[in-house]
């Protein structure tokens, strides 16, 4: 994230930049003629999405508890990234489940990907896996090879295979993240993006009734 707010910050200082440079001749500072006006345009415009791109970085993300009925997860396959195999996430059973669904697109999704690596790293010898899917073609998530996850089972799946309530889930943007226990039941289902404090809250909590259960 911190790459992206400082390239934004370049482009703005380059569009500001620009446009003095474009009105340097000119007896008042306005631009002159067809040319000059195009130009300062396109400036100003790589200005402002600069600005709005540090805004969305930067915006403070909540996230929503929703309603759980505490149900079975659906089994669903998926395909690993790193090799294009097949698994299915009741592979995972017996395990603690975080699931993510996230996109390329999504830059709440990019800013904790980071923090569910870590997850994974502090809890995955307590029983917990991190599985984070993108519904996105593998070739589409190969363009930002640099944002994916590296610890966390990272996956892809063509939406329509996945179960109806996660489809629906997914319509109303991402990330999307539920918490499944050691025996596959949904206990809880959260929308926006979190940090790693966040979800170890939500995982610790079954991670010791694993331990207790053994």
Do not use: H
């Amino acid at each position: 994230m911190n790459a992206l707010i400082i390239a934004s910050c370049v482009f703005i200082a380059t569009g500001l930049l620009g446009i003095l440079w474009i009105i340097r001749k000119n007896p008042n500072p306005i631009p002159r003629g067809p040319f000059q006006w195009m130009a300062s345009l396109m400036c100003v415009l790589l200005i402002a999405l600069s600005g709005l791109m540090i805004g969305l970085l930067t915006l403070p993300q909540e996230s929503d508890y929703l309603p759980t009925d505490f149900s079975q997860i659906e089994p669903f396959e998926f395909q690993l990234v790193s090799s294009k195999e097949s698994r299915n996430i009741t592979d995972f059973q017996g395990q603690v489940i975080l699931l993510n669904f996230w996109a390329t697109w999504c830059a709440p999704c990019i800013t904790e990907l980071p923090e569910l690596d870590e997850l994974q790293i502090a809890y995955g010898d307590e029983g917990l896996v991190v599985v984070t899917v993108s519904d996105e073609s593998l070739d589409e998530i190969l363009l930002y090879q640099d944002l994916l996850p590296q610890e966390t089972v990272s996956g892809f799946v063509e939406r329509e295979n996945l179960p109806e309530l996660i489809q629906t889930e997914l319509a109303t943007g991402r990330p999307i993240t539920f918490v499944i226990d050691g025996e596959g039941m949904i206990r809880e289902r959260v929308r926006g993006a979190g940090d790693f404090g966040f979800f170890e809250s939500l995982v610790t909590p079954w991670l010791a009734s694993l331990e207790i259960e053994t």
